[in-house]
């Protein structure tokens, strides 16, 4: 039985776009071309694609060619987390932990403990070191300096500047979110943490 093919997204050059899932995946990995991925990621989400939508609440986190919106970047994680994507129960874990009240997120480390630690058993590095984080100061948890240590270990292997820490066209491991002449500093598929600001993380 003939398979239907994909029905066409949009168009781009005159050719039909069947998948805006990886076409927005080869824009943010091309400087200078984060307006062109927001938009087909944009319209890959809208598909109900849970990694489109969980890359989605990225974008909306570092403002990677939007505007910066920690809001809309939290309600689409939440989205993205009841499809167990594991960046986004990473990055929901996170936002729980610190909270935001100017964006209504509320701090609950109950509840980061819950998507960190769900995302810490799918692999998410940022995930893992927010759950190292909660059991270190026994946050939403126990207090347990064994699983701390297990967690941070675990989260160490991914630390690399391929997958992890955001890097700009000066060079990897900045710890910045990438500013101009840019291309997305995650993988598409795979996995991406938000930089360490000292000023509002506290690990």
């Known amino acids: 039985m003939l398979q239907r093919p994909a029905p066409v997204i949009g168009t781009i050059l005159g050719f039909p776009v069947r998948d805006p899932y990886r076409l927005a995946c080869n824009y943010s990995e091309t ?22 939508v ?46 935001d009240t100017a964006n209504s997120i509320p701090q609950n480390h109950k ?21 190292a984080k909660l059991y270190s100061e026994g946050l939403g948890c126990d207090k347990d300096s064994k699983l701390a240590v297990y967690w941070i270990k675990k989260a160490a292997p991914a630390t690399t500047c391929s997958n992890t820490t955001p890097s700009t066209s000066s060079g990897c491991g900045s710890g910045k979110a990438p500013l101009s002449t840019k291309t997305a500093p995650w993988g598409c598929p795979g996995s991406y943490e938000p930089p360490r600001d000292a000023s509002q993380t506290p690990y």
């Open 54 to 99: 969980s890359k989605l609440a990225l974008f909306y986190y570092h403002g990677y060619g939007t505007e910066q919106d920690s809001r809309r970047a939290f309600e689409l994680a939440s989205l993205a987390a009841e499809g167990s994507v594991a960046e986004s129960l990473g990055l929901l874990g996170m936002m729980y932990m610190l909270g």
């Open 111 to 131: 509840l980061a403990y819950r998507y960190s630690s769900r995302g810490a058993l799918l692999g998410d590095g940022l995930a893992q070191r927010t759950l």
């Open 31 to 52: 400087p200078d071309m984060e307006t062109e991925a927001f938009t087909w990621m944009s319209k890959a989400a809208e598909q109900g694609m849970p990694r489109a």
